[in-house]
């Protein structure tokens, strides 16, 4: 009762108004049925149909009020608000016809009864649409104030509900024509905009329409087919957008967003919901290195959702601790440790006092350039920073440790990739000799990490250009950072004792191909628009990027599209621990050069030793 006093006070004037209207509606009604006589049937009283209809006026409101047409929003009417007047209309119908017919005095005629309900459906919801009267009149006329104009793909739900989401007239877009690859719905119509063509028609209907996007409008669309429609708007100077999901109507711009270039690779992403994933986390703490960098946010965050008991976030990073703090606190709770994994001495004490269980290990130094003019740095931090926890992780009895490596640490020809290729050395060894369950994750670029070709990309066609790339030739496994995290989560779960687990990347991504991608993807071209320059591959970097070494076979695992090393050949863990005896000594000596020549010789004695085992065992199978 409350409310309805409370929406009688709000929509007095509103309840008026129909009382007004319906009222009018039934009077037309009356006069039209007995040609203009102000009378009802039996009575013949002058003033009976006014006092009818105002009747029916009041109960068109009483009823309004039970199906709550006054407590809802028209800006945004459905068919189902309609309803609810229709509802209340039939009512007061029904109720002048039993009265019709229960008396001998007829308020009104029968006909004149079931026109008047007519009129007041019609009359009721004009009225109650007033706010878009504006919208329905451009309609009418097929006017619209808005300047850019669309072709959307897909003619199913998501592409209606486009539609109704520009349809208010506030917004700066109007829909040219829809695509649909089904051929049923060609011709037809949604929301009043003709489905013109497939989607192998758009060339065509972009030179014929002109629009500022082709928007996709279909939630699942997979790479390929968002591959498809870059493809086809590729000689046009039309960009192509993805809905992302519908605003306010008030606002001047459609919901649209760039398409992301992860959804480019030249496959489907590879998602990880297994529920070892989730269970063996259950009950743990669980300690991040390299909490702050791009993938080592993605796995606290993601370890934040999952809950273990503890999670411990490391970095020596205090700007980004900082703002990783933030972004984990709407999903979870973490412990931040501001330090450094080169420090053995404060690394115990954490491990003492924290007792983790679980480490995955992202903190390393990786920018390939940056390295080779300082690896000593890249030496303490990828090769003692890791011996350092791994010590750790041994005294204290850690059950599972991930190690996040690169495919430059297979066949290295740069300072990142031999460290990493040390790291992995070690990680083995210890797992091998501890029977551990310490494990590596190898993967190729991680697109949107920071430093990589996406981030740079983007930055340098925001600046109008050149987008600069190394090699025409260059190529790179890529992924992207929802897999990386992900595969590195699902590892721990996967990985037994010295485990290298890889991704299944599919085929290597051309950098040319996709700094060609990421221009077109803004309505731009090259090199009309945007130029590409080539630098020349940087000291230490390489044409190709490999996941396995020659002498590693990769396996199945449980997961369809996670691979592992089924033959590796753990190096001997003493020669390993007299190298880093060595290279620690020429560190605290600052020796670079003798330093990063123990580090090259062990990983190159190591690799080729395995490289000669397998020559001669494959030699004597073909005996």
């Known amino acids: 009762m409350l409310r309805i006093g409370r929406g009688l006070r709000t929509y007095g004037p509103e309840a008026a108004l129909d009382v007004a209207g319906v009222a009018v509606a039934y009077a037309t009604a009356n006069l039209l049925r007995t040609g203009g006589r102000f009378e009802v049937l039996a009575s013949g009283e002058p003033w009976g149909i006014f006092v009818a209809s105002l009747g029916a006026g009041l109960l068109q409101v009483i009823f309004n009020i039970v199906f ?8 945004f009417a459905s068919i189902e608000d309609v309803l609810a007047i229709a509802r209340s209309t039939i009512l007061v119908m029904g109720l002048l016809l039993m009265l019709d017919l229960a008396t001998d005095a007829r308020f009104m005629p029968i006909g004149a009864v079931l026109a008047g309900g007519s009129f007041v459906l019609v009359v009721e919801t004009g009225l109650k649409l007033r706010p878009r009267w504006p919208q329905i009149l451009r ?13 959307v793909v897909g003619a199913g739900r998501m592409g209606q509900l486009l539609a109704g989401d520009l349809a208010d007239g506030n917004s700066a877009y109007r829909i040219a024509c829809f695509v649909d690859d089904d051929r049923r719905k060609i011709g037809s119509y949604v929301r009043g905009v003709r489905v013109s ?8 209907l972009i030179a014929r329409h002109r629009p500022t996007f082709v928007v996709v409008a279909i939630a699942s669309a997979s790479g390929a087919f968002i591959r498809r429609v870059v493809a086809q708007c590729e000689k046009t100077e039309t ?6 999901g519908f605003a306010d109507l008030q606002t001047t711009r459609a919901p649209l967003r760039a398409i992301g270039i992860e959804e480019l690779l030249g496959r489907d992403p590879v998602r990880f919901d297994t529920p070892e994933a989730k269970n063996y986390l259950k009950g743990q703490t669980v300690l991040v290195t390299g909490a702050a960098g791009s993938i080592g946010a993605e796995i606290s965050r993601r370890l934040a959702e999952l809950r273990p008991k503890e999670l411990l976030l490391l970095d020596s990073n205090e700007t980004g601790l900082y703002w990783l703090d933030k972004r984990i606190r709407s999903v979870g709770e973490a412990t931040l440790l501001l330090g450094d994994i080169r420090d053995r001495t404060w690394l115990e004490s954490v491990f003492a006092s924290r007792a983790p269980t679980i480490v995955f290990h992202a903190a390393a130094y990786k920018h390939v350039p940056l390295l080779e003019n300082a690896p000593l740095q890249g030496i303490m931090t990828n090769v003692v920073g890791t011996a350092n926890l791994l010590s750790c992780c041994q005294a204290f009895r850690v059950q599972r440790f991930v190690l996040i490596s690169t495919d430059k640490a297979v066949e290295p020809t740069n300072v990142l990739g031999y460290t990493k290729r040390f790291a992995e050395l070690l990680v083995i060894a210890e797992a091998k000799a501890r029977d551990a369950r310490y494990a590596v994750v190898r993967f190729g670029n991680v697109l949107g990490s920071s ?9 340098q066609i925001e600046r109008g250009g050149p987008v600069t790339v190394t090699h025409p030739d260059a190529t790179r496994f890529s992924m992207t950072l929802d897999e990386a995290s992900s595969l590195v989560i699902e590892a721990g779960a996967l990985a037994e004792s010295g485990d290298v687990m890889v991704l299944d990347m599919g085929g290597p991504v051309s950098i040319l191909d996709l700094a060609r991608r990421m221009i077109r993807l803004q309505g731009l071209r090259t090199p009309a628009d945007i130029e590409i320059s080539f630098t ?12 396995f070494l020659e002498t590693e076979r990769p396996v199945g695992t449980n997961h369809p599209r996670v691979m592992r090393v089924s033959n590796t050949e753990p190096p001997a863990l003493t020669s390993l621990k007299v190298a880093l005896r060595v290279i620690e000594d020429r560190i605290a000596a600052q020796d670079e050069s003798a330093a990063l020549q123990i580090v090259r010789q062990t990983v190159d004695a190591h690799d080729r030793i395995d490289e000669a085992d397998s020559t001669a065992s494959a030699t004597q199978s073909r005996n």
């Open 197 to 204: 063509g497939t989607v192998d028609d758009l060339p065509s």
């Open 239 to 244: 960009g192509v957008r993805r809905v992302t």
């Open 451 to 459: 430093g990589s070709a996406v981030p740079t990309f983007t930055e």
């Open 68 to 75: 709550s047409v006054y407590w809802r929003n028209w800006n």
């Open 536 to 547: 020349g591959l940087r000291p230490g970097e390489k044409l190709h990027e490999r996941l």
């Open 139 to 151: 309609a009418a006329i097929g006017r619209s104030r808005a300047t850019e104009k669309l072709i």
